[in-house]
Nanobody, 124 residues
Framework: QVQLVESGGGLVQAGGSLRLSCAAS????????MGWFRQAPGKEREFVAA????????YYADSVKGRFTISRDNAKNTLYLQMNSLKPEDTAVYYC?????????????????WGQGTQVTVSS
């Protein structure tokens, strides 16, 4: 089992940057595929990015490709999401999640553990 705690959210102007972090408890962090999801008010939770066990493979939603970068530091049990060129439509609560799948997955029901979320607000 793993527990996840996100941090790094906040208010930023359009075009700005933020770096989200997700601290994981437990000694098996490196055995999980990790992902970021987001949920805007009135909308369903949507996939943002995923990364493989040792970070060799990543996958992004089209809406963030080229602007966001997912990474992980297994020695520190931490997942990151670097967000650049932020847009107002990126405003949402961002969640990190851990999956026991052996391959990158983009659907929320494939993820077994979730953090509590961190708010990102991008002003125009």
């Amino acid at each position: 089992q793993v527990q996840l705690v996100e941090s790094g959210g906040g208010l930023v102007q359009a075009g700005g940057s933020l770096r989200l972090s997700c601290a994981a408890s437990g000694r098996t962090f490196s055995s999980y595929v990790m992902g970021w999801f987001r949920q805007a008010p009135g909308k369903e939770r949507e996939f943002v990015a995923a990364i493989s066990w040792i970070g060799g493979s990543t996958y992004y939603a089209d809406s963030v490709k080229g602007r966001f970068t997912i990474s992980r530091d297994n020695a520190k049990n931490t997942l990151y999401l670097q967000m650049n060129s932020l847009k107002p439509e990126d405003t949402a609560v961002y969640y990190c999640a851990a999956s026991q799948q052996r391959f990158l997955v983009t659907t929320s029901h494939h993820y077994n553990y979730w953090g509590q979320g961190t708010q990102v607000t991008v002003s125009s």
